[in-house]
């Protein structure tokens, strides 16, 4: 190495060294403003609960505001692609859900491309749906739903919080297993939804757990049944689907994701505040009794989550041959 190039070269290594130092100590008083939680359904549901609560947390832990921005649309992709599209700077995050992980399935095409416009941060948690019906509903037992819906091909609908979330793939499963004809109203959240189920617009609903806990214990929904494959201790007494329709089984998720090439060290920073919040109490009790089970683990955790849910329901998309309205 002549000298002239070790001179270069040192240069270069100096410069380098600058930079990193410059990146690390930009990023060391992260955050330096409030982070927003872009929740892609309308204000009421399960998601936006879920938000909410989590938010509470993480604002304390990071000591800045938490906003939640409520962006409903087009089966969550509206939402979601402003995060896509949002800076990597850890500001702007998405609270993704089951229709994260199916869209890729059901959309011919998608703004985004979901293997690489994300960044994990934290699998907050996972649990059941639950099939519901209005208190006054004569359907009591998945047998009668068959039973009604066998007698009358298309008469009897089901509500979902849009196309491609949860309680529209649950409905959609359920109408392939039960070889029943049924049919789907999406809205732009499970508070609409609901609000529609509780009013007699709608049947029935296969809605979150956490969406529609409190309308259970209210008495002004009745649990039909639920959608995993073994009965909740959080709903005891209620049957799984399966018990009447053999094969059935469907489960719903809440993560978080920040847009792809968000430093690592602000990631880390998310999960660890996004963790503290999801182990807290108040997010525990809140949503354990309505059968969730927190994760909060690591972003790794997250990305190998979704990726085998994205694997099985393209499976059953296409074996089940389901459509988005």
Known sequence: MTPSFRKFFNGLAAAM??????????????????????????????????ARTLGNGMANAVGQPVIIDNKPGAGTIIGTDLVAKSAPDGYTLVVASFAHAVNPSLMAKLPYSADKAFTPVMLIGRGPNV???????????????????????????????????????????????????????????????????????????????????????????????????????????????AETVPGYAVESWYGLYAPAGTPVDVINKLNAAAKKAAQADEFRKKIEQEGLVVSAGSPEELDQYVRREEARWRKIVKENNVKVD
Do not use: C
């Open 17 to 50: 060294g600058l930079m990193s130092a410059a990146i690390t100590t930009a990023h060391a008083g992260f955050p330096e403003k409030p982070v927003h939680l872009v929740v892609p359904f309308s204000p009421g549901g399960g998601t936006d609960l879920i």
């Open 131 to 241: 099939l519901v019906v209005r208190a006054s509903s004569p359907y009591k037992t998945v047998k009668d739903i068959v039973t009604a819906a066998t007698a009358n091909p298309e008469k009897l609908t089901f509500a979902s919080q849009g196309n491609g979330t949860s309680a529209h793939l649950a409905g959609e499963m359920f109408t392939n297993l039960a070889k029943v004809k049924m049919m789907h109203i999406p809205y732009k959240g499970a508070g609409p939804a609901i609000t529609d189920l509780l009013g007699g617009q709608v049947d029935m609903m296969f809605a979150t757990s956490s969406a529609v806990g409190a309308f259970i214990d209210s008495g002004k929904l009745r649990a039909v049944a639920i959608t995993t494959g073994e009965r909740s201790p959080a709903l005891k007494g209620v049957p799984a689907v």
